[in-house]
């Protein structure tokens, strides 16, 4: 499996991705953690925050359709993967994320510009975990 290298698009995702969480924190005073947006809709003792969770929740679904209308096309995607790996992948994505007291776009983005402690511990555990894992699927399981 070939991992193509792709700056500009890299960029401009990333500098949308710190607007965001800049506009969230100044707006709401809320960090930008999509595993903790979401629980929190999904599980939330009071609904006083749902409004904009689900307008963030909406609008990372939406994306997609956003950039068909605008460019005429949608980013080519494609999953190495079958539907029970996705949903044990996604069980365990949510697992650390909770284990972890968040994930890796509220630790790696929100918590490292915060300087949380927690979070530049936590975000060298989750480049490791990665680089493990893709080293193991690609070299000793030949995926």
Known sequence: MD???TPWSSLQGGLLIG????????????????TGILSGLVFAASRGEAGWRLGLVIGMIAAPAILWALTGRLPR????????????????????????SGCTS?????????????SMIA???????A?????????????
Do not use: Q, W, Y
């Not at 983005?109 to 927690?118: D, F, H, I, K």
């Not at 975000?123 to 975990?129: E, G, Q």
């Not at 680089?131 to 995926?143: D, E, L, N, P, Q």
């Open 3 to 5: 991992t193509v290298f």
């Open 19 to 34: 607007l965001a969480a800049v506009m969230l924190m100044a707006g709401l005073g809320r960090v930008l953690g999509a």
């Open 77 to 100: 995607i494609e999953v190495p993967a079958g539907p029970g790996m996705l949903v044990a992948g996604g069980i365990l994505v949510g697992f650390g994320a909770s284990l972890g």
């Open 106 to 118: 509220g630790h790696g983005v929100c918590g490292l510009a915060r300087l949380s402690r927690r």
């Open 123 to 129: 975000v060298p555990v989750f480049m490791a975990t």
């Open 131 to 143: 680089a493990a894992t893709v080293f193991v699927i690609r070299h000793v399981i030949g995926g």
